[in-house]
């Protein structure tokens, strides 16, 4: 179990916090994806969970022990950076042996990354697919009561990130300990976590199932934020439609093209993604983009009327940004 208790950090004096009071508890075998915006402190918090990092106020706990004195290698976690240093004169093999795993181990977790046929090269031989995923065998290997990854397929194409995804979500959990996985992406983190906090400017201002952050972001920035779309917030709509004083947040599926709808719209652009299309139309209430079927898309410059799904609309206070229930 690994545990944060109202981390505060500040790099320089008078700057903005990069931790501003995080708290979280991830259980052994649970894993806890953290999503944010670059430059929203994610590195910063597994750094100082790694004791790479010393917060100004706070405390970490790993089952249960205060760790915040102790040094990086005496706390039980394997710490993966964004980018991983291998050993660069050992093989790959060697590499992977260093973290002290039982051989049978070591060739489960090489053919699972599928770097079972690199085992003789040396670090510099490999892409930087390669590379990434002998770190990540080697963090796998390590013995370890938890596990920090810190975008670790990130630098990946699509294709091999979605793989390896499914690969590290496959893993028996005991292999993992408690397991934080950091990113910014979207997809990721509602793929990886049991649960998904939201960090934005040092704060979490979520946490909870994936489905719950999506359909119900907490606040204004989290629903810019989050999902492959960013929410439609919708300003000066709300009294009229009986949802009181609030900006409206609506995702673009929960929106129909409906020429009896509440809201009148123009077509700006079409997007087509296979089975999908994404309008984003110009509206008395701003941009607001609906998802619809590929061949009910209109054509560029239509008026057409926009129908909200009303049950799945969210409301948000327009002074502190919080979603209000
Ligand atoms: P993320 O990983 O989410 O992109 P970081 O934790 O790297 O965010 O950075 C959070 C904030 O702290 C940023 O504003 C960044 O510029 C600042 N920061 C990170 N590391 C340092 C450092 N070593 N010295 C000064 N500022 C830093
Ligand atoms: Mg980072």
Do not use: W
Request: aromatic letters at 4%; hydrophobic letters at 45%; glycine letters at 10%.
């Amino acid at each position: 179990m690994i545990e944060a208790q109202d981390l505060e950090k500040t790099y320089d004096a008078g700057g903005a916090p990069a931790l501003a009071g995080v708290s979280f508890c991830v259980q052994r075998g649970e894993r806890l994806a953290i999503v944010g915006p670059s430059g929203s402190g994610k590195t910063t918090l597994l750094r100082v969970l790694a004791g790479l990092e010393r917060p100004d106020a706070g405390a970490v706990r790993v089952d249960g022990d205060d760790v915040s004195e102790r040094a990086p290698r005496k706390r039980g976690l394997v710490f993966l950076a964004q980018r991983d240093a291998l050993f660069p004169h050992m093989s790959v093999g060697r590499n992977l042996r260093f973290a002290a795993a039982p051989d049978d181990r070591v060739a489960a977790i090489a053919a699972l990354l599928e770097i079972d046929g690199l085992l003789e090269r040396r670090p510099a031989q490999l892409s930087g697919g390669q590379r990434q995923r002998v770190a990540v065998a080697r963090a796998l290997l390590t013995h370890a009561r938890g596990t920090l990854f810190d975008e670790p397929f990130a630098h990946l194409d699509p294709p091999v990130r979605v793989a390896l995804r499914r690969r590290l979500t496959a893993l028996d959990r005991e292999t993992l300990g408690a397991l934080i996985y950091v990113t910014h992406d979207h997809e990721d983190a509602m793929n990886v976590g049991d649960r998904v906090a939201v960090l934005i400017a040092g704060k979490i201002v979520q946490c909870d199932a994936p489905r719950a952050v999506y359909d119900a972001p907490a606040t204004l920035d989290a629903a810019r934020f989050l999902g492959p779309l960013p929410m439609n917030l919708i300003d000066g709509l709300g009294e009229e439609l009986g949802f009181g004083p609030f900006i409206l947040g609506v995702r673009a599926e929960h929106l129909a093209i409906d020429g009896d709808g509440e809201m009148r719209a123009q077509v700006e652009r079409v997007e087509l993604s296979g089975t999908d299309a994404v309008v984003e139309t110009t509206s008395s209430a701003g941009r607001v983009s609906v998802r619809c079927a590929a061949e009910d898309a209109p054509a560029l410059g239509a008026r057409i009327g926009l129908r909200l799904d009303r049950s799945k609309i969210c409301r948000y206070d327009r002074s502190t940004g919080a979603r209000v229930a």
